[in-house]
DNA sequence: CAGTGGTCTAGACCACCCA
DNA sequence: GGGTGGTCTAGACCACTGG
C-alpha cells in the first residue's frame, strides 16, 4: 500500500485547484493509464487522510464523486474499488471516434474530403444560430475502423471562434480532439435518427441502396454561442449507439 | 422570505433519511409543483442555516448536488437560482411516453396487441439474463399520438420480479409507468439503431416499406437481475431521439 | 471485534459580486 | 463594504462488513 501512496505527491495545497478535484484527477488517471485495474481495492479514506494530509471530509468529497460518475464503487463496511469498465458510452459522452476504435483494439484512420468555407443556407444558418449566407469553415470526413468505413462526419465551424480550423491536418488528428483541445463545450445538444442516405453518403460509406443509418447531430455551445455543429452518420450494420449507466435522480426526473 | 423558509418543517432529524436528501427532496418538490418558479431566488446557504438549523456543510451539499442534477444555478456570489427548464431529453432519461405526448399537447392513446406469456429464445434469454426456454412475461402494443402510431412497443418482463404484470390494463397506463411505480431501477442500458422494420412492424406503424426507423432498446436491472427488456420502434418521420445539456466530467470522460 | 464508508457539525478562510 | 457561494478542517457518531 506504500507504493500506492507514494504516488500522491501530486496533491499540491497552494494550487489554485479545488484539492478535491486534484485527487479526483489523481485517481482518474491511475485508473484510466491501468495503474489502478479494475476490481482492485483502493486505498480506504483514512489512509488516503494519512497520506495526503488533507482532511476526511475532503477524500470523502473526492470519492464520492467518482462513484457518482460511475469509476469506481464503494461497499459500506468494505472498501472502494475501481468499477469493472468505464460503461457510459458515446450516446451521452463526447468520445472522439479514433479513440473509441482504438480502445476496441481497432486501427482507426480517417480520410478528409473536403476542407474548405461555405455560405450556411437556411438550415445550416439557423443551427449555427448565424444569420443566413455567414461564411463557415466546412469539414467532410470519413472514419475507417480496419479500413472499413464507419462513419461519415460533415461539420460546419463558427470561424470567429476557431479561426485555424482550415490549417489542420485532420488526416492526422481527428476534429473532435482538435476541437475539445481548443474548447471545453459548456452545452451539449444530440438528436439522432435514423435515415436512408443519399448516394453520396452511400457511396462513402461503401454500403447498400437501402440500408438505413443511425444518424447523430451534435451542437456545442461555449458562451452561449455554438461553436461547431455535426452530423454523423454511422451505417447500421456496422455500428449502434449504446449507453449503460446506474440510475440516480438525474435520469429519474420528469 | 419568512413564509418561503417556513415550509422548510418536513426536515426530520430522527428520520432514516439522510438530512441532505430531505433538504433536496423537499426543494426539488418546490420546484416542480410550481411554488418556486424559473429564475426565482433560492433562501441563501445561511438562511438555510438559520432556518432549519443544521450545519452549512450539509446544506451545501443539498444545494451542490441539486446543481449538478441541473435543477437549479448557483452564481457565486449572488445566490442560487431556480433552472429555466428541465431538458433532458429522452435518450438519456427514463420517460413515459405518455408523458412525453401529453406534455407536448398532444393526445396519447395505446393499444395492446399482445400481453402473455413467451418462451425465451436464445437472444431474449441472453438479454434478460435468464435459462433459455424460461417463460416470461410478453407484451405487445402501439403508443399513438393524435391516432397516429409514433412507438412500437416489445416488451419482457421476468415474471418472478414482477408476478402481477399480466393483470394489468395496459390500455389505460403504460407498461413504463406501471414498472416504474414498482420498481426504481438501478441500472439501465440504452442501444440504439436503425433499421428497416419487417412487414408486421410496419403495418403495426402503418409506414411505407423501405421507411427506416430508430430501434431503442432498454434493459433495466434491480438487485443485479433483469426486470424487464423493452425494444422501442419508432417511425424516423415521426419521432427522433434528443437530448440537450450542460456538460459536466460526467460527459467528458475519455 | 476492528475497519470501513455515510453523515453531520461548527467553525474557518477565501473569491466573487454588487452597491 | 456586506452578502454570497466554494472550499477545507478536525473532530464526532453511526451502520455496515468481514473475520
Known amino acids: 500500500m506504500k507504493a500506492i501512496l507514494d504516488s500522491f505527491d501530486a496533491i499540491d495545497k497552494s494550487a489554485p485547484q479545488p484539492l478535491y478535484q486534484q485527487i479526483k484527477n489523481t485517481i482518474h488517471d491511475k485508473v484510466k493509464n491501468g495503474e489502478w485495474k479494475a476490481g482492485q481495492k483502493l486505498p480506504s479514506e483514512n489512509e488516503l487522510v494519512a497520506a ?4 476526511r471530509m475532503t477524500i470523502h468529497r473526492a470519492l464520492r ?10 461497499v459500506h463496511g468494505l472498501g ?9 458510452a458515446s450516446l451521452i459522452e463526447l468520445k472522439d471516434i479514433a479513440v473509441e476504435v482504438t480502445q476496441s483494439g481497432k486501427q482507426h484512420s480517417s480520410r478528409v474530403l473536403a476542407l474548405d468555407t461555405k455560405q450556411a443556407d437556411e438550415t445550416i444558418a439557423h443551427n449555427m444560430q448565424v444569420p443566413t449566407g455567414t461564411t463557415l469553415y466546412f469539414l467532410h470526413a470519413v472514419h475507417y475502423q480496419d479500413d472499413i468505413p464507419i462513419q461519415l ?15 489542420q491536418d485532420f488526416s492526422r488528428t481527428t476534429s473532435t480532439s482538435f476541437l475539445l483541445k481548443q474548447f471545453r463545450p459548456e ?10 442516405p443519399d448516394a453520396r453518403a ?3 460509406l461503401r454500403i447498400e441502396p437501402g440500408e438505413p443509418c443511425l444518424q447523430l447531430s451534435r451542437r456545442t455551445w461555449k458562451n452561449d454561442r455554438v ?20 440510475v440516480n435522480d438525474f435520469q429519474m426526473r420528469q
Chains 1, 2 share one sequence.
Open 80 to 88: 472502494s474499488f475501481v468499477a469493472e469498465a468505464p460503461r457510459h
Open 187 to 196: 452545452e451539449m445538444e444530440h438528436i439522432v435518427r435514423a435515415i436512408i
Open 65 to 74: 464523486e467518482l462513484t457518482q460518475e460511475g469509476l469506481i464503487n464503494r
Open 52 to 55: 495526503l494530509e488533507v482532511s
Open 153 to 167: 462526419e460533415a461539420r460546419y465551424v463558427n470561424p470567429d471562434l476557431v479561426p485555424e480550423f482550415l490549417q
Open 202 to 204: 452511400r457511396d462513402a
Open 227 to 246: 461553436v461547431t455543429y455535426v452530423t454523423l452518420t454511422y451505417p447500421s450494420s456496422r455500428y449502434d449507439l449504446g449507453a449503460r449507466y446506474a
